[in-house]
């Protein structure tokens, strides 16, 4: 696994950004359920440098619209196989595979897990594909995979702490669990 080598993100949707479940309306639209952290680790990535891109076999409007609202410009959909669609996108962005991490959670994604330079997918993944891939994330789908696999490659490469320090103003981060320092006062609420 080298994330650290990193140029470009790839993910595929449902199961990985979205929970898998489609919503039906009578009028033929559908509507997925997008995770807002994991849609801010992508605009994380982006704004770390990287090239973030969705590699789904479905078309749907909702995916379209998801790009767009999170920046996403290397968006294909309704492919019928995942791995033309791939080296269509290495050619276009002039990447190697070793250059690209990719998160699937099914057995269409196998032929692009197989490829790229670091593997991913959700916690709930098919049988197949965690057996398969360098890194199984703690969550699955659609509740924070995506964001997980992102911390990962921005703290491989080294570009976490600016990120952090653009929210704390540069003052260091207490670890998880660390005592931060401040005494809570007898009777505050706080």
């Not at 990985?16 to 919503?23: F, H, R, S, Y």
């Not at 290495?90 to 990719?102: H, I, K, M």
């Not at 699937?104 to 959700?122: E, H, I, Q, T």
């Amino acid at each position: 696994m080298s994330a650290a080598r990193l140029r470009l993100l790839l993910f595929d949707v449902d199961g990985v950004l979205t929970d898998g479940k489609i919503l039906l309306h009578p009028d033929g639209t559908e509507s997925k359920r997008f995770d807002i952290k994991d849609g801010t680790g992508l605009v994380w990535a982006q704004r770390a440098g990287l090239k973030v891109g969705l590699l789904s076999a479905r078309s749907s409007a909702a995916t379209a619209q998801r790009a767009a609202q999170l920046g996403v410009t290397i968006v294909r959909q309704g492919v019928s196989s995942k791995l033309h669609a791939y080296d269509d996108i290495l050619r276009q962005q002039q990447l190697t595979d070793a250059e690209v991490g990719y998160m699937g959670d099914d057995l269409l994604d196998l032929p692009v897990l197989a490829r790229v330079g670091l593997s991913a997918c959700p916690a709930d993944a098919v049988d197949e594909v965690r057996s398969r891939v360098d890194f199984v994330s703690r969550s699955v789908g659609g509740d924070g995979a995506a964001r997980e696999l992102v911390e990962i490659v921005l703290k491989a490469q080294g570009r976490w702490e600016a990120l952090l320090g653009a929210y704390t103003g540069g003052v260091p981060v207490a670890a998880p669990g660390a005592r931060s320092g401040r005494t809570k006062r007898r009777g505050s609420k706080s």
